[in-house]
Protein backbone atom coordinates (compact mmCIF):
# COMPACT_ATOMS: atom_id res chain seq x y z
CA UNK A 1 0.00 0.00 0.00
CA UNK A 2 1.47 3.90 -0.78
CA UNK A 3 1.23 6.49 0.60
CA UNK A 4 -1.42 9.26 -0.46
CA UNK A 5 -0.30 12.34 -2.35
CA UNK A 6 -1.76 14.34 0.40
CA UNK A 7 -0.07 12.58 3.30
CA UNK A 8 3.75 12.74 1.29
CA UNK A 9 2.58 16.26 0.45
CA UNK A 10 2.70 17.42 3.96
CA UNK A 11 5.09 15.27 4.93
CA UNK A 12 7.11 17.44 2.55
CA UNK A 13 5.63 21.00 4.11
CA UNK A 14 6.91 19.74 7.47
CA UNK A 15 10.97 18.98 6.09
CA UNK A 16 10.56 22.17 4.83
CA UNK A 17 9.36 23.74 8.06
CA UNK A 18 11.84 21.71 10.16
CA UNK A 19 14.94 22.21 7.43
CA UNK A 20 15.00 26.40 7.96
CA UNK A 21 15.53 26.64 11.90
CA UNK A 22 17.59 23.44 12.04
CA UNK A 23 21.21 24.64 13.95
CA UNK A 24 22.83 21.18 13.49
CA UNK A 25 22.07 17.44 12.91
CA UNK A 26 23.18 13.94 13.62
CA UNK A 27 25.89 12.47 10.55
CA UNK A 28 22.88 11.23 7.52
CA UNK A 29 23.17 6.94 8.76
CA UNK A 30 23.44 4.42 6.23
CA UNK A 31 20.26 2.60 5.68
CA UNK A 32 21.60 -0.59 4.29
CA UNK A 33 22.94 -3.15 5.56
CA UNK A 34 22.05 -2.66 8.88
CA UNK A 35 22.26 -5.64 11.21
CA UNK A 36 19.52 -7.35 13.28
CA UNK A 37 20.27 -7.92 17.13
CA UNK A 38 23.63 -9.02 17.09
CA UNK A 39 26.99 -7.59 15.49
CA UNK A 40 28.87 -9.88 13.40
CA UNK A 41 31.30 -12.18 15.12
CA UNK A 42 34.41 -11.02 13.45
CA UNK A 43 35.21 -8.37 10.89
CA UNK A 44 35.34 -9.22 7.44
CA UNK A 45 39.16 -8.44 7.21
CA UNK A 46 39.91 -7.93 3.67
CA UNK A 47 40.95 -4.33 4.62
CA UNK A 48 44.92 -5.16 3.79
CA UNK A 49 46.08 -1.19 3.75
CA UNK A 50 45.92 -1.59 -0.43
CA UNK A 51 43.06 0.69 -0.90
CA UNK A 52 41.16 3.36 1.04
CA UNK A 53 37.40 4.17 0.59
CA UNK A 54 36.08 7.95 -0.19
CA UNK A 55 35.15 8.42 3.64
CA UNK A 56 38.11 6.58 4.86
CA UNK A 57 40.43 8.87 2.91
CA UNK A 58 42.46 11.04 4.85
CA UNK A 59 41.54 14.78 4.87
CA UNK A 60 44.16 16.22 7.82
CA UNK A 61 43.04 19.57 7.10
CA UNK A 62 39.45 18.41 8.15
CA UNK A 63 40.27 16.35 11.02
CA UNK A 64 39.24 17.40 14.81
CA UNK A 65 41.83 18.15 16.76
CA UNK A 66 40.22 17.18 20.37
CA UNK A 67 41.79 17.16 23.52
CA UNK A 68 44.38 16.10 24.69
CA UNK A 69 44.62 14.05 28.49
CA UNK A 70 47.45 12.56 29.02
CA UNK A 71 48.73 9.94 26.67
CA UNK A 72 45.07 9.95 25.37
CA UNK A 73 42.72 11.91 22.96
CA UNK A 74 39.61 12.68 24.10
CA UNK A 75 37.32 13.66 21.03
CA UNK A 76 33.80 15.55 21.87
CA UNK A 77 30.73 16.55 19.71
CA UNK A 78 27.24 17.59 19.47
CA UNK A 79 24.79 16.76 17.20
CA UNK A 80 21.52 18.86 16.63
CA UNK A 81 18.77 20.08 14.22
CA UNK A 82 15.38 18.66 12.47
CA UNK A 83 13.59 17.18 9.71
CA UNK A 84 10.15 15.14 9.19
CA UNK A 85 8.34 11.72 8.25
CA UNK A 86 5.15 11.31 5.89
CA UNK A 87 4.55 8.13 8.19
CA UNK A 88 5.73 8.52 11.71
CA UNK A 89 4.11 5.27 12.99
CA UNK A 90 4.73 3.35 9.80
CA UNK A 91 0.59 2.70 9.60
CA UNK A 92 -0.90 1.82 6.22
CA UNK A 93 -3.01 5.15 7.13
CA UNK A 94 0.21 7.42 7.36
CA UNK A 95 0.01 10.75 9.96
CA UNK A 96 3.65 12.98 8.78
CA UNK A 97 4.86 14.70 11.78
CA UNK A 98 8.30 16.58 12.13
CA UNK A 99 10.84 16.11 14.65
CA UNK A 100 14.05 17.64 16.32
CA UNK A 101 17.11 16.05 16.98
CA UNK A 102 19.98 16.22 19.62
CA UNK A 103 23.02 13.68 19.89
CA UNK A 104 25.86 14.41 21.99
CA UNK A 105 29.31 12.10 21.87
CA UNK A 106 32.38 11.19 22.80
CA UNK A 107 35.64 9.65 22.56
CA UNK A 108 38.67 8.66 24.72
CA UNK A 109 41.19 7.24 22.68
CA UNK A 110 44.51 5.86 23.39
CA UNK A 111 47.85 7.38 21.96
CA UNK A 112 50.22 4.28 22.94
CA UNK A 113 52.39 3.04 20.03
CA UNK A 114 51.61 -0.09 21.17
CA UNK A 115 48.04 -1.86 22.55
CA UNK A 116 45.15 0.15 22.41
CA UNK A 117 42.32 1.55 24.94
CA UNK A 118 38.89 2.97 23.80
CA UNK A 119 35.82 4.29 25.35
CA UNK A 120 32.95 6.05 23.83
CA UNK A 121 29.96 7.22 24.74
CA UNK A 122 26.92 8.69 22.31
CA UNK A 123 23.18 9.68 22.86
CA UNK A 124 20.34 10.03 20.47
CA UNK A 125 17.37 12.71 21.76
CA UNK A 126 14.76 12.87 18.72
CA UNK A 127 11.51 14.44 19.74
CA UNK A 128 8.46 14.39 17.35
CA UNK A 129 6.29 17.39 17.38
CA UNK A 130 2.33 16.36 18.47
CA UNK A 131 3.66 13.02 18.62
CA UNK A 132 5.18 12.18 21.56
CA UNK A 133 4.75 8.28 21.85
CA UNK A 134 7.31 8.05 18.93
CA UNK A 135 10.05 10.29 20.46
CA UNK A 136 13.32 8.70 20.98
CA UNK A 137 15.80 8.24 23.45
CA UNK A 138 18.75 5.59 22.72
CA UNK A 139 22.16 5.72 24.02
CA UNK A 140 25.39 3.55 23.86
CA UNK A 141 28.81 2.96 25.50
CA UNK A 142 31.60 1.16 24.20
CA UNK A 143 34.51 0.39 25.92
CA UNK A 144 37.25 -1.58 24.45
CA UNK A 145 40.80 -2.86 24.51
CA UNK A 146 43.44 -4.19 22.72
CA UNK A 147 46.67 -6.42 24.05
CA UNK A 148 49.33 -6.59 21.67
CA UNK A 149 51.44 -10.20 22.43
CA UNK A 150 54.50 -9.47 20.15
CA UNK A 151 53.96 -8.32 16.28
CA UNK A 152 51.44 -10.75 15.55
CA UNK A 153 49.35 -11.71 18.21
CA UNK A 154 46.44 -9.37 20.37
CA UNK A 155 43.39 -10.33 22.48
CA UNK A 156 41.01 -7.75 22.34
CA UNK A 157 38.09 -7.46 24.60
CA UNK A 158 34.89 -5.33 24.23
CA UNK A 159 31.80 -4.46 26.21
CA UNK A 160 29.16 -2.30 24.50
CA UNK A 161 25.92 -1.42 26.50
CA UNK A 162 22.96 0.21 24.79
CA UNK A 163 19.45 0.93 24.33
CA UNK A 164 18.15 0.47 21.36
CA UNK A 165 14.58 1.23 19.00
CA UNK A 166 14.22 -2.23 17.05
CA UNK A 167 14.56 -1.60 13.31
CA UNK A 168 10.91 -2.26 11.55
CA UNK A 169 12.83 -3.85 9.00
CA UNK A 170 14.39 -6.47 11.79
CA UNK A 171 11.76 -9.04 10.89
CA UNK A 172 11.10 -9.52 14.60
CA UNK A 173 8.46 -6.60 15.24
CA UNK A 174 4.76 -5.46 13.89
CA UNK A 175 3.86 -2.13 13.74
CA UNK A 176 0.43 -2.93 13.54
CA UNK A 177 -0.48 -1.61 16.81
CA UNK A 178 2.54 -0.64 18.67
CA UNK A 179 4.35 2.91 18.90
CA UNK A 180 8.08 1.54 18.60
CA UNK A 181 9.63 -1.16 20.41
CA UNK A 182 13.00 -1.15 22.18
CA UNK A 183 15.13 -3.13 23.86
CA UNK A 184 18.35 -2.93 26.44
CA UNK A 185 21.23 -5.16 25.31
CA UNK A 186 25.22 -5.81 26.70
CA UNK A 187 27.14 -7.50 24.97
CA UNK A 188 30.72 -8.78 25.56
CA UNK A 189 32.90 -10.28 23.84
CA UNK A 190 36.62 -11.51 23.72
CA UNK A 191 38.46 -12.33 20.22
CA UNK A 192 42.03 -13.45 20.11
CA UNK A 193 44.02 -13.26 16.47
CA UNK A 194 47.33 -15.32 15.71
CA UNK A 195 49.65 -14.88 12.58
CA UNK A 196 52.18 -17.39 11.81
CA UNK A 197 53.28 -16.79 8.16
CA UNK A 198 50.45 -17.14 5.47
CA UNK A 199 48.19 -18.36 8.05
CA UNK A 200 46.19 -16.43 10.40
CA UNK A 201 43.62 -17.86 13.19
CA UNK A 202 40.51 -16.14 14.81
CA UNK A 203 39.05 -17.11 17.84
CA UNK A 204 36.28 -15.05 19.38
CA UNK A 205 33.85 -15.86 22.14
CA UNK A 206 30.74 -13.48 22.62
CA UNK A 207 27.62 -12.85 25.02
CA UNK A 208 24.74 -11.14 24.73
CA UNK A 209 21.33 -9.90 27.20
CA UNK A 210 18.26 -8.78 25.72
CA UNK A 211 15.68 -7.55 28.09
CA UNK A 212 12.84 -5.79 26.12
CA UNK A 213 10.98 -3.23 27.46
CA UNK A 214 6.87 -2.50 27.35
CA UNK A 215 5.25 -1.86 24.06
CA UNK A 216 3.60 1.54 23.77
CA UNK A 217 0.32 0.85 21.65
CA UNK A 218 -1.45 3.31 20.01
CA UNK A 219 -4.64 3.11 22.46
CA UNK A 220 -2.17 4.50 25.47
CA UNK A 221 -1.54 1.12 26.59
CA UNK A 222 0.91 -1.16 26.83
CA UNK A 223 1.65 -4.73 26.04
CA UNK A 224 4.54 -6.93 28.55
CA UNK A 225 7.60 -7.91 25.67
CA UNK A 226 9.45 -10.18 28.68
CA UNK A 227 8.70 -13.28 26.80
CA UNK A 228 11.06 -12.03 24.07
CA UNK A 229 13.71 -11.89 26.94
CA UNK A 230 16.84 -13.74 25.97
CA UNK A 231 20.36 -14.55 26.40
CA UNK A 232 22.51 -15.52 23.52
CA UNK A 233 26.25 -17.09 23.96
CA UNK A 234 28.33 -17.97 20.93
CA UNK A 235 32.00 -19.23 19.82
CA UNK A 236 33.63 -18.32 16.15
CA UNK A 237 36.90 -19.88 14.92
CA UNK A 238 38.29 -18.74 11.59
CA UNK A 239 41.08 -19.62 9.83
CA UNK A 240 42.91 -17.94 7.16
CA UNK A 241 45.57 -18.88 4.63
CA UNK A 242 47.31 -16.08 2.09
CA UNK A 243 47.89 -17.12 -1.55
CA UNK A 244 49.43 -13.92 -2.34
CA UNK A 245 49.34 -10.56 -0.42
CA UNK A 246 45.85 -9.59 -2.44
CA UNK A 247 43.88 -12.77 -1.88
CA UNK A 248 43.37 -15.31 0.93
CA UNK A 249 40.98 -18.33 1.47
CA UNK A 250 39.17 -18.57 4.81
CA UNK A 251 36.76 -21.22 6.76
CA UNK A 252 34.91 -20.14 9.62
CA UNK A 253 32.60 -22.21 11.84
CA UNK A 254 30.38 -21.02 14.61
CA UNK A 255 27.98 -22.35 17.51
CA UNK A 256 25.47 -20.04 19.12
CA UNK A 257 22.97 -20.77 21.78
CA UNK A 258 19.85 -19.11 22.75
CA UNK A 259 18.20 -19.22 26.01
CA UNK A 260 14.79 -17.27 26.80
CA UNK A 261 13.75 -16.15 30.39
CA UNK A 262 10.00 -17.47 30.18
CA UNK A 263 7.12 -19.41 27.83
CA UNK A 264 6.45 -17.40 24.71
CA UNK A 265 3.06 -17.58 26.46
CA UNK A 266 1.08 -20.12 28.62
CA UNK A 267 1.93 -23.62 27.10
CA UNK A 268 3.72 -22.42 24.42
CA UNK A 269 7.61 -23.10 24.48
CA UNK A 270 9.92 -20.56 23.85
CA UNK A 271 12.86 -20.36 21.71
CA UNK A 272 15.89 -21.76 23.14
CA UNK A 273 17.92 -23.03 20.40
CA UNK A 274 21.30 -24.49 19.50
CA UNK A 275 23.07 -22.59 15.92
CA UNK A 276 25.35 -23.88 13.90
CA UNK A 277 27.15 -21.92 10.66
CA UNK A 278 29.91 -22.92 8.56
CA UNK A 279 31.23 -20.68 6.25
CA UNK A 280 33.72 -20.94 3.16
CA UNK A 281 35.30 -18.25 1.06
CA UNK A 282 37.78 -15.75 -0.33
CA UNK A 283 38.59 -11.92 0.62
CA UNK A 284 41.24 -10.53 -1.70
CA UNK A 285 42.12 -6.61 -1.64
CA UNK A 286 43.63 -5.83 -5.46
CA UNK A 287 45.15 -2.08 -5.50
CA UNK A 288 43.35 0.71 -6.88
CA UNK A 289 40.77 -2.14 -8.23
CA UNK A 290 38.65 -4.03 -5.87
CA UNK A 291 38.64 -5.38 -2.25
CA UNK A 292 35.99 -7.71 -0.94
CA UNK A 293 34.67 -10.76 1.27
CA UNK A 294 32.57 -13.63 -0.23
CA UNK A 295 31.54 -16.66 1.99
CA UNK A 296 29.20 -19.45 1.35
CA UNK A 297 28.07 -22.27 3.58
CA UNK A 298 25.72 -24.08 5.60
CA UNK A 299 23.43 -22.77 8.87
CA UNK A 300 20.85 -24.64 10.74
CA UNK A 301 18.72 -23.95 13.60
CA UNK A 302 18.05 -26.74 16.20
CA UNK A 303 15.35 -25.70 18.55
CA UNK A 304 15.01 -27.34 22.27
CA UNK A 305 10.80 -28.17 21.60
CA UNK A 306 9.34 -30.70 19.47
CA UNK A 307 6.60 -27.69 18.79
CA UNK A 308 8.98 -25.90 16.14
CA UNK A 309 11.02 -27.77 13.34
CA UNK A 310 14.52 -27.39 12.58
CA UNK A 311 15.66 -25.15 10.09
CA UNK A 312 18.35 -25.40 7.72
CA UNK A 313 20.41 -24.58 4.20
CA UNK A 314 22.76 -22.33 2.55
CA UNK A 315 24.05 -19.25 4.38
CA UNK A 316 25.57 -16.81 2.38
CA UNK A 317 27.94 -13.19 3.68
CA UNK A 318 29.46 -11.09 0.94
CA UNK A 319 30.77 -7.39 0.94
CA UNK A 320 32.60 -5.90 -2.68
CA UNK A 321 34.47 -2.12 -2.98
CA UNK A 322 35.34 -1.24 -5.88
CA UNK A 323 37.10 1.61 -6.86
CA UNK A 324 36.44 3.49 -10.19
CA UNK A 325 39.14 6.55 -9.07
CA UNK A 326 40.07 7.78 -6.13
CA UNK A 327 37.61 9.93 -5.26
CA UNK A 328 34.45 7.36 -6.18
CA UNK A 329 33.73 3.91 -4.40
CA UNK A 330 31.12 1.47 -5.14
CA UNK A 331 29.80 -0.86 -2.14
CA UNK A 332 27.90 -4.20 -2.86
CA UNK A 333 26.27 -6.18 -0.35
CA UNK A 334 24.60 -9.76 0.14
CA UNK A 335 23.28 -12.01 2.94
CA UNK A 336 21.28 -14.88 3.83
CA UNK A 337 21.15 -15.60 7.75
CA UNK A 338 19.01 -17.40 9.98
CA UNK A 339 16.93 -15.15 12.48
CA UNK A 340 14.85 -16.24 15.49
CA UNK A 341 11.28 -15.02 15.87
CA UNK A 342 8.67 -14.51 17.81
CA UNK A 343 5.89 -13.92 15.29
CA UNK A 344 3.12 -16.39 14.28
CA UNK A 345 4.88 -19.94 15.16
CA UNK A 346 7.56 -19.73 12.52
CA UNK A 347 10.09 -19.87 14.75
CA UNK A 348 12.56 -18.42 12.59
CA UNK A 349 12.33 -17.12 9.14
CA UNK A 350 15.33 -16.46 6.33
CA UNK A 351 16.76 -13.04 6.30
CA UNK A 352 17.91 -12.20 2.85
CA UNK A 353 19.47 -8.81 1.48
CA UNK A 354 21.36 -7.39 -1.02
CA UNK A 355 22.29 -3.46 -1.02
CA UNK A 356 24.35 -1.14 -2.82
CA UNK A 357 26.34 2.62 -1.73
CA UNK A 358 27.88 4.99 -4.04
CA UNK A 359 29.85 7.70 -2.44
CA UNK A 360 31.43 10.09 -4.50
CA UNK A 361 33.72 13.14 -3.04
CA UNK A 362 32.11 15.69 -6.02
CA UNK A 363 34.68 18.93 -4.22
CA UNK A 364 37.22 19.01 -1.83
CA UNK A 365 35.75 18.46 1.73
CA UNK A 366 31.92 17.90 -0.24
CA UNK A 367 31.02 14.35 -0.01
CA UNK A 368 27.43 12.87 -1.26
CA UNK A 369 25.73 9.11 -1.54
CA UNK A 370 23.09 7.32 -2.96
CA UNK A 371 22.15 3.72 -1.20
CA UNK A 372 19.70 1.09 -2.18
CA UNK A 373 18.66 -2.21 -0.15
CA UNK A 374 15.99 -4.81 -1.08
CA UNK A 375 14.98 -7.52 2.15
CA UNK A 376 12.80 -10.99 1.66
CA UNK A 377 11.79 -12.41 4.90
CA UNK A 378 10.80 -15.77 4.49
CA UNK A 379 9.04 -17.40 7.38
CA UNK A 380 9.56 -20.91 8.06
CA UNK A 381 6.71 -23.86 8.68
CA UNK A 382 4.39 -21.06 7.92
CA UNK A 383 5.41 -19.93 4.14
CA UNK A 384 4.62 -16.20 4.78
CA UNK A 385 7.28 -13.19 3.47
CA UNK A 386 8.00 -9.59 4.00
CA UNK A 387 9.59 -7.91 1.17
CA UNK A 388 11.21 -4.43 1.67
CA UNK A 389 12.93 -1.95 -0.03
CA UNK A 390 14.63 1.38 0.87
CA UNK A 391 16.05 4.08 -0.95
CA UNK A 392 18.40 7.36 0.04
CA UNK A 393 20.66 9.95 -0.74
CA UNK A 394 23.07 12.28 1.58
CA UNK A 395 25.58 15.14 1.35
CA UNK A 396 28.15 15.66 3.90
CA UNK A 397 30.15 19.34 3.73
CA UNK A 398 33.11 19.45 5.81
CA UNK A 399 33.18 22.86 6.56
CA UNK A 400 36.02 23.25 9.11
CA UNK A 401 37.86 20.88 11.66
CA UNK A 402 34.79 22.19 14.09
CA UNK A 403 31.87 22.55 11.74
CA UNK A 404 30.26 19.86 9.68
CA UNK A 405 26.97 20.33 7.38
CA UNK A 406 24.52 16.72 6.38
CA UNK A 407 21.75 15.98 4.92
CA UNK A 408 19.58 12.96 3.96
CA UNK A 409 16.62 12.02 2.40
CA UNK A 410 15.13 8.12 2.23
CA UNK A 411 12.47 6.36 0.99
CA UNK A 412 11.41 2.59 2.64
CA UNK A 413 8.56 0.69 1.76
CA UNK A 414 7.68 -2.81 3.84
CA UNK A 415 4.83 -5.20 2.39
CA UNK A 416 4.51 -8.40 4.24
CA UNK A 417 1.72 -11.44 3.25
CA UNK A 418 0.15 -11.43 6.34
CA UNK A 419 -1.35 -9.28 8.86
CA UNK A 420 0.37 -11.16 11.50
CA UNK A 421 3.62 -9.77 10.23
CA UNK A 422 2.43 -5.94 10.68
CA UNK A 423 0.65 -3.96 8.07
CA UNK A 424 2.42 -2.42 4.75
CA UNK A 425 3.52 0.85 4.76
CA UNK A 426 6.20 3.77 2.70
CA UNK A 427 7.74 5.96 4.54
CA UNK A 428 9.31 9.03 3.59
CA UNK A 429 12.23 10.97 5.63
CA UNK A 430 14.39 13.99 5.84
CA UNK A 431 17.00 15.33 7.87
CA UNK A 432 19.12 18.18 7.51
CA UNK A 433 21.76 20.09 10.13
CA UNK A 434 25.09 20.69 11.67
CA UNK A 435 27.47 19.05 13.67
CA UNK A 436 30.03 20.91 16.05
CA UNK A 437 33.37 18.86 17.14
CA UNK A 438 36.63 19.47 19.02
Not at 156 to 183: D, H, K, L, M
Not at 196 to 220: I, K, M
Not at 228 to 256: H, I, K, M, W
Not at 334 to 347: D, K, P, V, W, Y
Request: hydrophobic fraction near 35%.
Amino acid sequence: MTVSARSVNRGWRLLLCAAVPACAIAPARAQVGESLLLPPVIPPGFNRGRNQSVTELPRRAFDPVGIRVGSFNLLPSIQSGGGATSNTYYTAQPTASAFITTVPSATLISRWSRHELMVSGTGTFREYLGESRRNEATWQSDVRGRVDLGRFSSVTIEEISSQVNESQFSGEVTPTVAAISRYRRDFVSVRGVNQVGRTRTTLAADYASFRFRPLPLFDGETRDQSNRDRNVARVTGQFEYAQSPSLAFFVQGSFANQAFRTELSPGVPNLDSNGLRALGGINFDLPGKVRGSLGVGYTRQVFDAGFYKPVGGVSVEGRLEVFPSRLTTVTLGARRSIEITSLGTSGAFWDNRVNARVDREIWRGILVNATGEYTRQSYARTGQTANGYRFGTGARYLSSRKVVLDGSLNYSHRSPTSGTLGNAYDEVRGEVGLTFRI
